[in-house]
């Protein structure tokens, strides 16, 4: 069973240059938030895999979890959970300056903040549009009701046409 971990001692993994290591750990990326939505993994923490080599100036990384997310689809504005895969890579190598090096922003010394790595990578991953299924119909223009429980055939409405909050937009001419 992983143990759970926000930061990773990366030195206590693997000391010498070319050695190789393989870290299982649950982590909690937290909650995204896009357009006002909230995004969250479903039971709180993903189980994830760090893979750390040591380099004869730093590390290689790379982060490989799978995620459960809970959040409002884009069309429906209803309940949706998605499947999201993450496959990520870090690289930190001093150098002889700090521009001449490759940094990166989640290792401070010998630790690594694979939480934050993870919210990030997270995020990177996360589809354009999250929906609650693929053919998702999303909501009638005219009465805002979810067209996924409706018939097409008994949804109408007597005037379409000039009806509803997209009406106003109709009256405009682009001549």
Known sequence: MAQRADIIDLARFVRSPGEGRRVEADVNPGELVYGEQTYTIAGGAAASRVDISRTSTGYSLRLRFGAGIRGSCVRCLGDAEMRVEVDAREVDQAGGSEQE????PYVDGDELDVAAWAHDALALAMPGQFLCRSD????????G???ND???AEHRHESEAGAGPMAKL???RFD
């Open 101 to 104: 090096g490759l940094r990166s």
């Open 136 to 143: 998702c119909r999303g909501l009638c223009p005219v009465c």
């Open 150 to 152: 409706a018939e097409a």
């Open 170 to 172: 109709r009256e405009i």
């Open 145 to 147: 009701a979810s067209l």
